[in-house]
Each structure stands twice: as C-alpha cells, then as structure tokens.
C-alpha cells in the first residue's frame, strides 16, 4: 500500500541554519503531496502542497519539490527562526474517500 | 474562519468506562476522519466519514466505534476504555473536492488509568 517515510528526529538546529527534512514515499500513481505542521498544544495544520511532478510548494518560507525520479518530496528552509520549532509531516493521499497516509513525524527544535 | 473543534483538550478517565470525544466542524465538510497520534507512530487513522450516518474502518478500529448523525458532527466512542488507548486523539475534516487537504481540530489528549 501507499507509505511515507521520513526522517527521524529530533533536528537541533540554531537559528539562521539551513534545513533539509527528507522524506519519500511509495505510491501507485502520482498523488499529490504534502507537508503539514504541529506547532506545541496544537493540531496539524498544512503547511504546503504540490499537486504533480517538478511542482514545487512553499509557504512562510519553506518549500518542497515533487520529484518522481527519486520518489521524494523534501522539506527545506534556508534560514530556521525559534519559532519554526514544531513536528513536520510528510503526506500523501491513499485509497478512497480522500484518506491521508502520514509520516511518523519529524520534531525540529531552533536553538536562539 | 474555518474551525474543527475538538470538545475535550484533556480527559482522564478510568479501565472500562465509556468515552465520548466529540468534533464539530463549521466548514459543510462532507469527509470527517479521527485520527490517533502517538510518539514515533505519526498518526493512526481510526474511523472516518464521508457522510451523515456513514463510516469506514480505518487502520487501527479495534475498540473504537463512531457516529456521524449531523454533517457536523462526527464522535469516536471508546465503548470500554483500556489503558492502551491513552493518546492525542485528532479530528479532521474535508471536502469532498481537496484530495489530501485536511484541516485538523486542535487534539484532545486522552489518559486512561
């Protein structure tokens, strides 16, 4: 069936760093994929799409391409803040009924 | 502003009781999912909805039941609550039209002693 896989955590970064999460995914097709964010005490809220291959998202700086060649959709910012601090997951719709499959989740920490 | 609202930020409740967890969304969303999310799993889809009075299984519904009587309205049931069912429970919604787009409640963590 339909999986993401990511990167586990946590990522320590300090402010100003690079980030790269990784993740991939197996699917038949060429679903649409995405990136939902958890900020602490709160539910996910999605963070950016991309709906077909060489597509890339972005959203409050952060973006993702949908490479179907490596079967991969990784999650990067150039320069992290504090308040990037959250748990990222990768996504992929799977099955009917517009059913999501997620990742287990990648905790990024920014250090000030 | 869309909302899922979760009625329970926190529950404790004791082995063998019955628990209610209830989600309203405002958005005339036809699909509702209860998810589960425990540490190192991700989330776990439980039950979900793509209509009044209609349900499916998810991955994991042992020991959990639904019901959806209004569009809006979408509760998981844990009909004898045991202690390997503590864990952040998340309510989403959809329409029918977004593949993939949810919008998520703000969880409601339940512990179960």
């Known amino acids: 069936g339909d999986s993401v896989t990511q990167m586990e955590g946590p990522v320590t970064l300090s402010e100003e760093a690079f980030l790269t999460i990784n993740c991939t995914y197996t699917?038949?097709?060429?679903?649409?994929l995405f990136w939902y964010v958890q900020y602490p005490g709160e539910g996910l809220q999605l963070l950016l799409k991309?709906?077909?291959?060489?597509d890339k998202g972005s959203n409050k700086g952060f973006e993702a391409t949908y490479r179907k060649e490596t079967t991969s959709f990784h999650l990067e910012k150039g320069s992290v803040q504090v308040s990037d601090s959250a748990v990222y997951f990768c996504a992929l719709p799977s099955g009917g009924y517009q059913k999501v499959t997620f990742g287990t989740g990648t905790k990024l920490q920014v250090i000030p | 502003d869309v909302k899922v609202t979760q009625s329970s930020r926190y529950l404790v409740k004791r082995t063998g009781e019955k628990v209610f967890l209830e989600c309203v969304q405002d958005m005339d969303h036809e699909n509702m999912f209860w998810y589960r999310q425990d540490p190192g799993l991700g989330l776990r889809l439980i039950y979900f909805?793509?209509?009044?009075?209609?349900?499916e299984k998810g991955d994991i519904p042992e020991g959990y039941s639904v019901s959806r009587e209004k569009k809006e309205r979408f509760s998981l049931i844990l009909e004898s609550a045991s202690t390997n069912q503590t864990s952040m429970y998340l309510c989403a919604s959809s329409p029918t039209w977004t593949a993939g787009e949810l919008f998520f409640g703000e969880g409601s963590r339940l512990t179960v002693l």
């Open positions: 699917a038949t097709g060429y679903p649409s």
């Open positions: 991309a709906t077909k291959a060489d």
């Open positions: 909805s793509y209509d009044v009075k209609m349900k």
